[in-house]
């Protein structure tokens, strides 16, 4: 009698999921073309959607019971986990706070426009739909849900924009410098709303003890760091990464809060340009697309996947008209040159990261349920993927010559 072949580990199941998890996006983005209309990242997120338990999963059980069994999506979680702080971190990093102070008007209108307009569209189609059952967490009340769903409505995803601003070749052009700033100070307001989202009354003195350490921290890092050699900067960074990230959850509210802070507070100067984008690179290249697959396999369609679609277009309409409405507004204000309001606003209609980040902590914190997430991250898919095929027609246009 032939003996039985011994069942596989868990370490050579995780490695099948993880070279699903590299190569089947990256075939799919290379091999259809789909760059001018689903960048790789947006792609990736589709995978794992496609992967997980709504779809796939729910048309080949056992395939998903092996692959992504507890044990691999434990592993894969970790990965996710430190993967996304360290990107967090670097995007706190690199806000400009200094230019954008210096362009403090001009930044604060357009600002406010492009996250306040947004933001309330958003609320208001939260409002009407969370009328129904299921879509508030069970942690959650009807405020927090409300006001969360409308900020995921107004959030632009600063690296994301980056990404796209270098594809569109206007990264370095003034515009798209004014684009950065923009997107900066909305960054701020967006982990701020998040911080306000999640104050648990139970756990204030938990969070007093947190800010008023982290204020001592900071200062005392910011003036070790102008000690140090760069090199030792790196390593005492991913320190004090792990610490404040942990310090934030301790306190209840959440690691990535935490981690958005550690990097807020060091200035990017500390840290040379191409070693800063190089290690951005590396993560988008080696664990950022776990996180973006593990967000995917959280997708689930138990309200219906109508309701879902529904639930998806509706916050899609609110937050594209939202934010359109509010950069023209700004634009008025501001005398902008006729066609930049619309390039402006649709370049920041990019979600696909950071908002996924935003709704992953009110997923974990219980405040929408998997239906509400999985309706937002269908809109972030679907409004970062506009925003390529919107903006070069425009910017085309703008490049042409005027005729006298």
Known sequence: MTPAAPAMGTTEIFLIALTIIVSVPYLAWRLLRTDYWAPLVVVQIIGGILLGP??????????????????????????AWWAVMMFVFVAGLELDITDAWANRRETTITAAGALLTPLVTGAIAAAFLLRGPGWIGPNGTYPQAVLGIGMACAVTALPILVLLMEKLGIFREPLGQRLLRYASLDDIAIWGVLALILVDWHRVERQAIFLAGFAV?????RALFRRLEESDRWYVSLIWLAVVGFAADWSGLHFMVGAFLAGAVLDAHWFTRDRLDGFRQFLLLAVMPVF????????????????????????????????????RIAGRILGWAKGDASIIGWMLQTKALIMIIFVNVLLDKGIVTNETFTALLLMAVMSTMLTVPMVTPKLRALAKPTVH
């Open 217 to 221: 921290a900071a200062w005392v890092v």
């Open 292 to 327: 973006f697959l593990s967000t995917g396999l959280r997708t689930k369609w138990d309200v219906g996947g109508l309701a879902v679609f529904g639930a998806a277009f509706l916050f899609l309409v609110a937050s594209v008209a939202g934010k359109l409405v509010g950069v």
């Open 54 to 79: 709504g779809v796939l999963g729910a048309a080949f059980p056992e395939y998903y019971a092996f692959v992504f069994n507890q044990q691999v999506i434990g592993s894969l979680n970790g990965i």
